[in-house]
């Protein structure tokens, strides 16, 4: 994937090259971690992603809309998830093959089960928990946890065996919120 002017990935972030897509204007905060395979697309409005956000193969972004989509800090995007969410706070996890619609808001510490589908015209509160055939909701008593951990080991280790496309933005100050 060649350098596109419109897509800005920020300092010490790791961006596989090899089968991603990124197209559009889209920006990739620091210490993000994005898997090969991935598609993010701000096909009508840019995307904004904050820091450290786990985004793991086959998983889909995609902007349909001309407003800017907005992802918060320390969200996981599973696995073949796919999500239009248009504003994505903090702490967040769309586990194994979970959709999202733009339609659907996320507050924090959400997480939406494997295989949910979620295209309910609303926002949901923090640490609400989509889950089951049914998708049914439920509140947890605490956010997920970040993956500061699993970041960490990804950003040694994935240079090591996947093409990385290098950082090309830095901030005086990381985007994340001091935890």
């Not at 733009?102 to 015209?121: E, F, R, S, Y």
Request: with cysteine; charged share 25%; proline share 4%.
């Amino acid at each position: 994937m060649g350098s596109e002017p419109n897509v800005k990935i920020g300092n010490e972030a790791i961006v596989c090259a090899e089968h991603t897509v990124i197209e559009g204007d889209v920006k990739i905060g620091c210490k993000t971690i994005v898997h090969p395979t991935v598609k993010i697309i701000a096909k009508n409005g840019p995307i904004v992603i904050g820091d450290f956000n786990l985004i793991e193969e086959y998983s889909t972004i995609i902007n349909k809309s001309e407003e800017t989509m907005i992802i918060g800090n320390y969200n996981v995007f599973e696995v073949g998830s796919y999500s239009e969410s248009l504003k994505i706070g903090d702490y967040n996890v769309i586990e194994y093959k979970a959709r999202l619609s733009k339609n659907t808001l996320l507050k924090n510490g959400c997480v939406i089960g494997a295989k949910c589908v979620v295209d309910w015209d609303q926002t949901l509160d923090d640490n609400v928990v989509v889950y089951g055939p049914d998708c049914k909701t439920r509140i947890q008593s605490e956010k997920p946890i970040a993956q500061t951990m699993q970041l960490e080991f990804l950003s040694k280790i994935m240079p090591n065996y996947q093409p990385i496309r290098k950082p090309n933005w830095k901030l005086e100050k990381a985007m994340a919120k001091s935890q």
